[in-house]
DNA sequence: TTACGTGCAAACGGTTTGCATGGGT
DNA sequence: ACCCATGCAAACCGTTTGCACGTAA
């Protein structure tokens, strides 16, 4: 049987999938590919770095995962979903403070809402000079 | 002679430095290293791409730009004190709609100060699915 | 004249891709 | 059996760095 409009297709369930999912289950934060790949190692479960690229890119963009960049440049995900927060940067010493504030989440729903956009997720950085490399300076 | 410890600071203005401030200036948005130089070459100004990036990461460093990363992962700029706008961007299709909000600018501000820090920028990225990728999915 | 700034090209490092094999359906 | 998923390694590409020369101070 012709199956019915070939959507780009559901992902199967294979181990390795599997194992990124839990990974990306049990970090708190955005993890890279590597530090996935990492991770998976020393647990044992042996996935190739490609496979773990390849997978986090499919994840993200069926928005599974939310994507951003590290200062580094590299492509960190998160599932989505997570009770999340921001950061405040300092962008001197890097001294790093979590943030979580509901005014944006409201903010960013209003606004996608507006622009017919739906299952919007947001990234947040605020980068400043922090008291300390202020007195400094 | 042992050297009075040099310290980095107090850049030179040079010809080159002079271009790469004019091109951010000039610029609307956030612009990669590569995009600086290719404008750069196309205005006659011949910038070596080594010095662009030195240029940018200085300035960046500095406080004088600010930095962020496009999806593609590229480092971009912006001069700093720029009108800015944020980004609501599809997921599927890659469709981009400018947002200004002044209700972020307000609650970056009351953050940072909560924290103590100072001269702070930042970047808020809404990444959703439109109206159309929506519909066709 | 003395460093810092620049240009060039090679080196780097994260990410992607080609191709042959493995495994889900 | 069919074909997507995977692994490996090479290819890619944005960015960084070493070194010799140019140039502001």
Chains 1, 2 share one sequence.
């Not at 559901?10 to 955005?30: E, K, S, Y």
């Not at 790949?37 to 770095?49: F, Q, Y």
């Not at 963009?61 to 927060?85: I, K, L, Q």
Request: hydrophobic share 35%; net charge negative.
């Amino acid at each position: 049987m012709p199956d019915t409009d070939a959507r780009p297709s559901a992902l199967r369930p294979t181990r390795q999938r599997r194992a990124i999912t839990d990974a990306l289950a049990n970090a708190a934060d955005f993890q890279s590919a590597q530090e996935i790949h990492d991770t998976l190692r020393r647990t044992g479960d042996k996935v190739g770095l490609a496979t773990v690229y390849r997978t986090l890119q499919a994840m993200a963009e069926s928005g599974d995962v939310d994507v951003r960049h590290n200062p580094a440049g590299e492509a960190t995900y998160r599932r989505c979903s997570d009770s999340h927060h921001h950061h405040l940067v300092c962008r001197s010493c890097g001294r790093t403070v979590e943030i979580t504030g509901s005014a944006v989440e409201r903010w960013a729903h209003a606004v996608a809402d507006e622009h017919g956009f739906s299952e919007v997720s947001h990234t947040v950085e605020l980068v400043g000079l922090c008291a300390e490399c202020a007195r400094r300076q």
